[in-house]
Structure formats: C-alpha cells, structure tokens
C-alpha cells in the first residue's frame, strides 16, 4: 500500500462519515498560509477525538499543543453550552493563528488560549481541575513530564490521549538517539507501569502518512 491509496481511502470515509465545515477548513488553510507546520490532525482523527470526548460526556478537555487550533475546534465542538477547553501553546504566531480560528468557529466562549511553555502553565490549572480529556501533542520529548500533570489533573473514568507515537517506526528502538523516540518510549512506559491506567497504542494510516496514537483510561 502506498501514500495514494491511504489518502484516497481516507477521502472515501471522510466524504461519508466526516463534516469538515468551513471553520475546520479555514483553520487548516490558515495554518498554511501562517507557514506553520502542517502538523494538524488528519479529518478523520479530529473526528475521533470529538467523538471520544461525546462517548466520555467530557464537560472539561485539557489540550497540550494548538498549533493552529484545528484539533481543539474539534474537540471544542463535543462540548456542552457550558463547558470548557483550555489548550496550551508556547508559540505566540500560533495561538495568535488559533485565536483567529477559534473565533471564526465560533467557540470564544468555550476556549481559552494560554500561551507560554506547557510545563510553566500547567501547575496552574490545578484550580481548573478534573478534566474529562486530556490532548497531549506538543513536544514530544515532554511526554512523561505532561503524562505526569495528566495524571494530577484527571480522575477516574478521564481519558488521556497521546498523539504521534509511532515516530515512523523509530519508537521501537531502544538505542534511539532522537529525543522525540526517548519521550514517547518513556510515556508509553509510565503508562504501562502506573496502577490507574489501562491503554491501548494503535498504528494509523492515512491522509497524514504513517503515524499513531496512544489512549489510556484513568481507573479507580
Ligand atoms: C503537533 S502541533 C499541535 C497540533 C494540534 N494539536 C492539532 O492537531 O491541530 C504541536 C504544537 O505544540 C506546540 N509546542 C511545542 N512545544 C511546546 C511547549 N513546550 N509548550 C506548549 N506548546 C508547545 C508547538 O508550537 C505546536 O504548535
Ligand atoms: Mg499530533
């Protein structure tokens, strides 16, 4: 299978199953036209994050990584008239971008952009806790750390996903020497070593090449 076949498979179900609205397209064509990293979400995984976050009846969803906001429109979509999403970003060009198509979609009232490194911002969300669902796509050599403020800032029955653990194959070498590799290899540890979380890692395909997720439920 190639490249063409998975975006063409993609096409196929999304024309079927995926609404990307104008809000959702103009996100990602601002992001572009920003010459910010095409590093968005595909349609369809956008899709199964606001699904995930509807099946969990999330009322609070924590993002780590803006970007343009195309992911965090998605998720912000799957909440209540009075529910919240914070979503963190260091880079000033990119919330800025975000800001623009938060408000576009509409979704002012429900997200807040903070901007600075997640590591600073996050011990400050204590008081904003528990949140429902957790979107960790940031840097990811700052997986275990975020992995870690997760965990303070969810209960059980929250979800936590990780996105880009597949780093092309590379997360299966121990001796890595890609500091990405190394941050999702620990996460994927500290997952599998904590007493409160069940997970499962899944290998995708797509319009956004080969790529993979991790979910984990929080537990009692
Ligand atoms: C993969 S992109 C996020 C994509 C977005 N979640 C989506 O799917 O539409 C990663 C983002 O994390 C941001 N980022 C990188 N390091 C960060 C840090 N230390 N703290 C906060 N944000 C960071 C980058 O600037 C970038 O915008
Ligand atoms: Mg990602």
């Not at 024309?15 to 959702?24: F, K, Q, S, T």
């Not at 092309?168 to 890595?176: K, Q």
Request: aromatic share 4%.
């Amino acid at each position: 299978m190639v490249q063409q076949t998975w975006t063409a498979v993609d096409n196929y179900f999304d024309g079927l199953l995926v609404e990307e609205d104008e809000a959702l397209v103009a996100a990602a064509a601002s992001t572009e036209a920003a010459d910010l990293p095409a590093h968005q979400v595909a349609p369809n995984q956008g899709k199964l994050l606001n699904l995930l976050a509807r099946v969990r009846g999330a009322r609070r969803i924590l993002e780590i990584g803006t970007l343009g906001g195309y992911s965090t429109i998605w998720l912000a979509r799957a909440l209540p008239a009075d529910g919240r999403l914070v979503t963190l970003e260091v880079d000033e060009r990119c919330a800025d971008v975000a800001a623009a198509n938060i408000a576009r979609a509409g979704l002012e009232h429900v997200v807040e952009i903070r901007r600075g490194r997640a590591v600073d911002l996050l011990p400050g969300l204590a008081d904003e806790a528990p949140f429902d669902l957790v979107f960790i796509d940031a840097d990811k050599p700052s997986n275990p750390a975020y992995l870690q403020w997760a965990l303070k800032l969810t209960r059980p029955g929250s979800v936590i996903v990780g996105d880009n653990v597949v780093r092309d194959g590379a997360v299966i070498d121990p001796d890595s020497s890609d500091p990405r590799v190394q941050g999702v290899r620990r996460f994927t540890e500290l997952i599998s070593e904590h007493p409160q979380l069940t997970a499962t890692a899944l290998q995708t395909v797509g319009s956004k090449g080969y790529d993979g997720l991790i979910l984990a439920l929080v537990t009692d």
